[in-house]
């Protein structure tokens, strides 16, 4: 402690004036050997300076008041507002309700003159338009509560020929051809087919005007279409009353109405003789009479269909010479109806082609065709049409490579023609299967997606719609 307190009062003691000049004046000395240039402990020189605890207490308060009296005056100058700051904004104001006829505020707005002198809501005008639906309008009638006789209301019932083309009905008769003296086509293959029609026919029969007409004009071919599904027996009554009917309206009408019923007697004989063979049939077609008498369309057109039907019951030459009177009876029907006439001769050609072969045959094919070119009248008649496909098909086998594919194309437009009807459907269908099995033969190679297997479904799904029922 001792010689602590000496080191602190060395330091302390400032050294004498001119004892600094005195050692800068002093020669340098000896050599003086280096144990006795070691001072002794009490005189050693320390290494680090160290200032006394008073010194370094004053420094600490010093700089504890300066920083004390910094805080302060800084929280001073925070608590003091600011002159730059503005006050806080409020809207609570605009939302206060004002005084009738008294500004709410300084900050009010101003109303605009228009709305200062008409304070009330305008009124709106409401204009219709073109695209507007009408109000109901309902007029108020008074009620009349008394019971009073009813007036007898006229009875007004559908035609004759809506009825039978009613919902409900089977499609599987279609009425073609003129409007008074229409034919009948069958497309089912079941004899309840004609059930429909021959109930409402029947019932028809003695009505009056243009129905009752139509009705005793339809009896007959239907039940000769309605034969060929009945047992023998029944088939021969129902064609014996055909006959009886047809000759019973031979007798009552003249004039013009004579030549039609002549046509429907032909037709009746010539189902009734179909049901005969042999021998028998034949006499009774040589009882039929001669077409001398005949000279009107109806008539003739009948002639025409009971020769080519009796063409087809012979063979060879007697066949030939059938169709030969066919021939001249179309040459005097062209006389009256050049382009009638024109598609019979071509059916009598076609016949005619199928008895010959080779260049014989497509001669009376070739001929055919021509005929039906002829007929140009017709040409939109779906019957005419599949005429065309027919005539067309049967050609394509006698034509070269080329031609006979064009043949086959050319027919197949006619058949899908005729086919946009709905009583030509099936045989349109019937006939573009045939026709596509031709092509594909003489094209030697299918065509993509087998068109012939797609025609048969769809014929399959149109005989699907018609009714079905014993046969």
């Not at 004046?25 to 001072?39: D, E, L, N």
């Not at 050609?349 to 140009?376: F, P, V, Y």
Request: aromatic share 4%; proline share 9%.
């Amino acid at each position: 402690m001792r010689d602590v307190s000496r080191m602190l009062d060395a330091m302390e003691i400032p050294a004498e004036p001119g004892t600094a000049a005195r050692q800068a004046t002093t020669p340098p000395a000896a050599v003086i050997p280096v144990t006795s240039m070691v001072a002794p402990p009490s005189q050693a020189t320390p290494e680090h300076v160290h200032l006394p605890l008073t010194t370094w207490a004053a420094i600490c308060a010093a700089a504890a008041g300066i920083t004390g009296v910094l805080a302060l005056a800084w929280h001073r100058r925070r608590r003091r507002p600011g002159k730059s700051t503005p006050a806080a904004i409020s809207i609570a104001p605009a939302f206060a309700p004002a005084e009738a006829g008294l500004p709410s505020g300084p900050d009010t707005p101003k109303e605009d003159a228009p709305m200062a002198r008409n304070p009330n809501p305008p009124d709106w005008t409401y204009k219709r338009t073109a695209f507007e639906t009408p109000s109901l309008q309902l007029t108020l009638e008074p009620v009349d509560l008394l019971s009073r006789p009813r007036m007898p209301v006229e009875d007004v019932s559908p035609s004759l020929i809506t009825r039978l083309h009613a919902p409900g009905i089977p499609p599987t008769l279609y009425l073609s051809g003129d409007r008074f003296h229409p034919s009948i086509r069958h497309v089912g293959g079941h004899g309840d087919d004609f059930i429909a029609w021959e109930a409402i026919v029947r019932a028809t029969l003695d009505a009056p005007g243009d129905d009752g007409q139509l009705a005793r004009w339809l009896l007959p071919p239907l039940l000769c279409l309605r034969a060929p599904y009945l047992a023998r027996k029944d088939a021969l009554a129902s064609l014996a009353e055909a006959v009886s009917l047809c000759r019973a309206m031979l007798d009552k009408n003249s004039g013009e109405g004579l030549t039609w019923w002549r046509a429907h007697l032909l037709r009746a004989e010539l189902a009734r003789l179909t049901r005969s063979s042999g021998a028998t049939r034949l006499l009774a077609l040589r009882n039929l009479g001669s077409d001398a008498d005949d000279d009107d369309v109806p008539a003739l057109d009948a002639w025409v269909d009971v020769h080519l039907a009796w063409s087809t019951w012979l063979v060879g030459v007697a066949a030939k010479e059938r169709l030969g009177l066919a021939d001249q009876i179309c040459t005097r029907l062209a006389r009256i109806a050049p382009a009638h006439a024109a598609r019979r001769r071509a059916e009598v050609m076609m016949r005619r082609a199928s008895l010959g072969k080779g260049e014989a045959r497509l001669a009376d094919l070739d001929h055919a065709m021509s005929l039906l070119h002829a007929a140009s009248g017709e040409v939109d008649d779906p019957a005419t049409l599949l005429l065309f496909a027919d005539c067309a098909h049967r050609r394509a086998p006698l034509l070269p490579h080329d031609e006979a594919l064009e043949a086959c194309s050319f027919a197949l437009a006619n058949a899908f023609a005729a086919g946009q009807h709905a009583a030509w459907h099936i045989a349109s269908l019937e006939m573009r299967i045939a026709l596509q099995h031709t092509h594909d033969t003489l094209a030697g190679t299918a065509p993509p997606g087998d068109i012939a297997a797609t025609l048969r479904r769809e014929l399959a799904d149109a005989r699907s719609l018609l009714r079905t029922g014993s046969p």
